[in-house]
């Protein structure tokens, strides 16, 4: 096996991108990648699209083919195949380029990953995002995406002692760091306070506590690492790559304040890439929701299990902080087009670790992790990455 190296990255602003297409979302992501790493279009090898939803969003399926054509791929004859795993869609989009490099089937690749969300009603993208969770078990009995993570929340409350103000730092902190990223789609700060007293979603999730509705792109050019600074003086190299599957419902789960798919998934990326959670400088993990910011860093070793809200409380997830999580804002501030939301994490791993973060920069970071989820954890893939081989 071959190793690999992020070479190009490139990514959408993220929001209600009303003027803009599915079709030209992902290709400006596209083209954005291709010319950071200052190649050809001839040059790529295949592409991989990261989609969870598009027949329900904007009534296209056929997803690869469609990107291949309109970004102007089609006349090279190269593969292009859509890749979907709910929300970890673009996490998974990644891997099988990382994969296909790695083997040596391939050796220039894009991994992006795009989602136009807004186009439909909110109950159209609601019943849509349902469809990630457990349709028969959990769906039609009235479980939405914020129910099932409030059942998440109200257990971890009940067994750690976790708070709705520990819960709404996160959306604080988030916020903050989204605010510094010109991609992001909420540049603002936010309070405890305004979190708090926000409208219920489902108890004790407010709606400042849950992702929103987003469009936007994103896409990465993989290459293998020996070739790699052929291209760029800043290649970031793939030191791992993990992916787990767990229950698809919540009701069949040991715990469900621990998604085990991550746990697993983390100790073979670990393993893969010989560290261990201390050597991690900052990740971008999977905050659909805040209760789920929390249990990530638990479930990733960050923390001990149910310290997670009193940590994020107490600023050690900040930047600055001990492991900073989600420098982008993550999905509560940068968004979560869902199709596009793992690779975006690598986008800005990449740009952390290349020092081209700017008012977020984590200083002296070296290596850097993602997380990245699908549905309530029924998937979960992990990446690390480090400036060096």
Not at 5 to 19: H, K, M, P, R, S
Not at 40 to 65: T, W
Not at 107 to 136: F, H, N, Q, S
Not at 280 to 302: K, N
Request: hydrophobic share 40%.
């Amino acid at each position: 096996m071959r190793d690999v190296a992020i070479i190009g990255v490139g990514c959408t602003e993220f929001g209600e991108l009303w003027d803009k297409s599915f079709r030209e979302l992902f290709v400006e992501a596209g083209i954005s990648a291709i010319e950071d790493a200052g190649i050809q279009g001839g040059k790529i090898d295949a592409l991989y699209v990261g989609n969870m939803s598009g027949g329900r969003f904007i009534e296209q399926e056929h997803i690869g083919s469609l990107i291949a054509d309109y970004a102007g791929l089609a006349s090279f004859n190269i593969p292009s195949t859509r890749v979907e795993a709910a929300c970890a869609s673009g996490g998974l989009a990644l891997r099988q380029g990382i994969i296909a490099v790695a083997s040596g089937y391939h050796d220039i690749v894009i991994a992006g990953g795009a989602e136009k969300m807004t186009d439909v009603d909110v109950e159209t993208t609601t019943d849509a995002l349902a469809a990630a969770a457990d349709r028969e078990w959990e769906g039609v009995m009235g479980a939405t995406f914020p129910g099932l993570y409030a059942m998440i929340a109200r257990l971890h409350m009940h067994r750690y002692g976790t708070t709705s103000e520990q819960l709404a730092s996160v959306a604080v902190k988030n916020h903050h760091n989204g605010m510094m990223n010109p991609k992001a789609q909420f540049q603002h700060e936010i309070s405890i306070d305004s979190v708090l007293n926000s409208v219920m979603i489902a108890d004790p999730l407010h709606v400042f506590d849950c992702s929103p509705i987003s469009d936007g792109a994103s896409a990465v050019v993989l290459a293998p690492a020996e070739v790699a600074r052929k291209y760029t003086d800043t290649p970031v190299y793939v030191k791992a790559s993990a992916q787990a599957s767990g229950t698809l419902s919540l009701h069949d789960r040991r715990d469900i304040t621990t998604l085990d798919a991550t746990v697993v998934a983390a100790k073979k990326a670990y393993d893969m890439a010989k560290v261990t959670p201390r050597d991690i400088d900052f990740a971008e993990v999977h905050d659909c929701f805040t209760i789920a910011e929390i249990c990530a860093i638990e479930d990733l070793g960050f923390v001990k299990k149910g310290e997670g809200g009193k940590v994020s409380q107490e600023g050690m997830t900040a930047i600055g902080g001990k492991i900073p999580i989600n420098t982008s804002g993550g999905l509560k501030a940068c968004g979560h087009p869902v199709g596009a939301t793992g690779v975006k994490q690598a986008v800005e791993i990449t740009m952390q670790l290349r020092g081209e973060a700017g008012k977020r920069q984590v200083d002296g970071a070296e290596i850097g992790l993602t997380h990245n989820v699908g549905g309530s954890g029924g998937t979960a893939v992990i990446h690390i990455f480090g400036r060096e081989r």
